[in-house]
Nanobody
Framework: QVQLVESGGGSVQAGGSLRLSCEVS??????IAWFRQGPREQREGVAA??????????YYADSVKGRFAVSQDNVVKTVYLQMNSLKPEDTGTYYC??????????????????????????WGQGTQVTVSS
């Protein structure tokens, strides 16, 4: 059974940086994704990293491309989300989630589903990120 523990959240001013960590225990996964949820908002997919039979791939929401970077250290079983040039709209609770996917089952539409929260069944407890203007 996979368990996830996030850390690294905090409060920063706009333009600042934070690095979130998602410590993973267990083995039944090949994708770790980051989601965020602001007050009165739906959970939004931010970034994901797939490391499976088809190699390693990374995915980003348009709102964070060029500013956020997801990486994975298999030695310490931790996935990182480096967040640069933070904006007030990046404020929210950030969650990591894990799942075991077979991209072939998505018929070429894999990239449309990898950042959808409904595709994930294992979640961490979340870490708060607050960006002030």
């Amino acid at each position: 059974q996979v368990q996830l523990v996030e850390s690294g959240g905090g409060s920063v001013q706009a333009g600042g940086s934070l690095r979130l960590s998602c410590e993973v225990s267990g083995y039944d996964y090949n994708t770790i994704a980051w989601f965020r949820q602001g007050p009165r908002e739906q959970r939004e997919g931010v970034a994901a990293i797939y490391d499976g039979r088809q190699g390693r791939s990374k995915y980003y929401a348009d709102s964070v491309k060029g500013r956020f970077a997801v990486s994975q250290d298999n030695v310490v079983k931790t996935v990182y989300l480096q967040m640069n040039s933070l904006k007030p709209e990046d404020t929210g609770t950030y969650y990591c989630a894990s799942e075991y996917f077979d991209p072939d089952q998505y018929g070429g539409s894999w990239s449309r589903y990898v950042l959808q929260s409904t595709e994930y069944h294992t979640w961490g407890q979340g870490t708060q990120v607050t960006v002030s203007s």
